[in-house]
Nanobody, 121 residues
Framework: QVQLVESGGGLMQPGGSLRLSCAASGSFFRINLMRWYRQAPGKQRELVALITSMGVTNYVDSVKGRFTISSDNAKNTVSLQMDSLKPDDTAVYYC???????????????WGQGTQVTVSS
């Protein structure tokens, strides 16, 4: 099992910055992927950014050039630096990790509790 604790959400004006952090703990063999999702009111949850254990990153088009995902594999943490925030970035942001309990175990997704990000003047 993996427990995820998120922090860093809040209210920010358009053009401002926020940094989200997520720390994973528990019993697992390996974390393969760390991701940030978001869900705005009335919309489906969408993948915002991901980072693999090798440091490969990918972003949804709407945040490219504004958001940066990073991780510390030794500390099992993942962060999302969000710059040039827009009102459309308003959503609940969820941390997600794909982890294995053993070398040959099927990868399983685990979710954080979510943190609210509101971008408004």
């Amino acid at each position: 099992q993996v427990q995820l604790v998120e922090s860093g959400g809040g209210l920010m004006q358009p053009g401002g910055s926020l940094r989200l952090s997520c720390a994973a703990s528990g019993s697992f063999f390996r974390i393969n992927l760390m991701r940030w999702y978001r869900q705005a009111p009335g919309k489906q949850r969408e993948l915002v950014a991901l980072i693999t254990s090798m440091g490969v990153t990918n972003y949804v088009d709407s945040v490219k050039g504004r958001f940066t995902i990073s991780s510390d594999n030794a500390k099992n943490t993942v962060s999302l630096q969000m710059d040039s925030l827009k009102p459309d970035d308003t959503a609940v942001y969820y941390c997600n990790v794909q982890a294995q309990s053993g070398r040959t175990s099927i990868p399983t997704d685990f979710w954080g509790q979510g943190t609210q990000v509101t971008v408004s003047s």
